[in-house]
């Protein structure tokens, strides 16, 4: 039998309950009392509106209850933190969603271009060319904003010999923000020779 780490609130009695479910439960009781507390300690509109949406097939519990904007950014703070503090635990992370862990692996047929375009550095030069520029060095447009490489990508992974992502990570002049400069949509259309539809 388990020591005892709780006790039941109307009676008294020693129990025992996990300590993950001693951090979720507002009370304990034992069975003899479980009515009683149930009318002490009744479900609030919150829980119940969890409770709802929990029972339906297929939601996430934590569905339609709005997250404040001070929650949000707490959690992204702390997460951001978290990952400068300690860089292995993103780069582990990673690990189990890259290559063959993919659940949309398929034997390695994507392209190599394409791959490294969808990576977060990526992302983050691109970020950091729109921010530099701040509009269309173009047309002067402030809208649609996306950025251009001034040295084709492909060009640069073959002058450094990357082929892999691994590679490309490691690879300074891939995200030298000076390669990049911002244009609007219908801008980088043109620049590439592609019609631009509205």
Request: with cysteine.
């Amino acid at each position: 039998m388990r020591t005892p780490n709780t006790k039941c609130y109307i009676c008294g009695k020693p129990m025992y309950r996990r300590p993950f479910e001693l951090a979720k439960i507002r009370w304990v009781a034992c069975l003899e009392h479980q009515d009683e507390a149930k009318r002490l300690f009744p479900v609030t509109e919150k829980q119940a509106r969890a409770l709802e949406l929990g029972r339906e097939k297929g939601t996430n519990h934590l569905d339609g209850i709005p997250k404040s904007e001070e929650s949000k950014v707490k959690r992204s703070v702390a997460l951001n933190r978290t990952y400068a503090e300690h860089p292995e635990i993103l780069t582990e992370r990673g690990k189990k969603t890259r290559g063959e862990n993919h659940y949309n692996w398929n034997g390695g047929s994507s392209n190599l271009n394409k791959s490294i375009r969808l990576m977060t550095e990526n992302r983050k030069w691109m970020d950091a060319v729109k921010e530099r520029d701040e509009k269309c060095l173009a047309c002067g447009s402030i809208v649609d904003l996306e950025s251009h490489h001034l040295k084709p990508l492909a060009d640069i992974l073959v002058e450094q010999g990357i082929t892999d992502r691994d590679g490309a990570r490691s690879c300074a002049p891939l995200w030298d923000i000076y390669n990049g400069i911002a244009l609007c949509k219908k801008c980088h259309y043109g620049v590439h020779g592609r019609t631009y539809a509205d």
